[in-house]
């Protein structure tokens, strides 16, 4: 199975701060890369998909940027109802596979 | 709207079995694949597997290859996850999710998930 490796695993930045996560695929994925936003007590939330491509409704200060085996999301101006765990999914083997997440918070 | 509602989530004893249901409403259930996710308490997400728009085609991930399956009745706008030889290991939500019809199909719709717990 291809593994997802996110990093780093937690970080707690300021309101307005400019925010990025890097996921690693094991092997190359191509742009089958999706990225998801889970806030605390619901249900995961698709924020990007084909590794650069914002999901309908989602705000303009997501994006997400790589091909191949790494991949960036970055948050252009961190807000209050961005604390959630952030999930990379690749979509390229039909066997689908998360990283570990990357938990956001507010300094 | 779309929405994916997931039932049968219990306290279930180490071997025992469950059976889950997703009901979809607001789309053509018919014309997607559809996934089933899990999360175990204060972990990340785990896949556990996909079954195609007719029911024929499945995937799992590999610690539940043999023990689980994924099934759906497309008249009853359903899909279901037998869960079978059940362990500690398989207690968590369970939440189904939408494969959508977009370049590298991602889960765009998702349950709010039910509670699977293993114990004796």
């Known amino acids: 199975d291809i593994q997802m490796t996110q990093s780093p695993s937690s970080l707690s930045a300021s309101v307005g701060d400019r925010v990025t996560i890097t996921c690693r695929a094991s092997q190359t994925v191509s742009n089958y890369l999706n990225w998801y936003q889970q806030q605390p007590g619901k249900a995961p939330k698709l924020l990007i998909f084909?590794?650069?491509t914002l999901q309908s409704g989602v705000p303009s200060r997501f994006s997400g940027r790589g091909s191949g085996t790494r991949f960036t999301l970055a948050i252009s101006s961190l807000q209050p109802e961005d604390v959630a765990t952030y999930y990379c999914q690749q979509s390229y083997s039909d066997r689908r596979t998360f990283g570990q997440g990357t938990k956001v918070d507010i300094k | 709207e779309v929405q994916l509602v997931e039932s049968g989530g219990t306290l279930v004893q180490p071997g025992g079995s469950l059976r889950l249901s997703c009901v979809a409403s607001g789309f053509s259930f018919r014309n997607f694949w559809m996934n089933w996710v899990r999360q175990a308490p204060g972990k990340g997400l785990e896949w556990v597997g996909k079954i195609n728009e007719a029911g024929g085609d499945k995937y799992y991930v590999e610690s539940v290859e043999g023990r689980f399956t994924i099934s759906r009745d497309n008249a009853k706008n359903s899909l279901y996850l037998q869960m079978n030889s059940l362990t500690a290991e398989d207690t968590a939500v369970y939440y189904c999710?939408?494969?959508?019809?977009?370049?590298?199909?991602?889960?765009?719709?998702w349950g709010q998930g039910t509670l699977v717990s293993v114990s004796s």
């Open positions: 999710a939408r494969a959508a019809n977009l370049p590298t199909v991602p889960m765009d719709f």
């Open positions: 084909a590794a650069s």
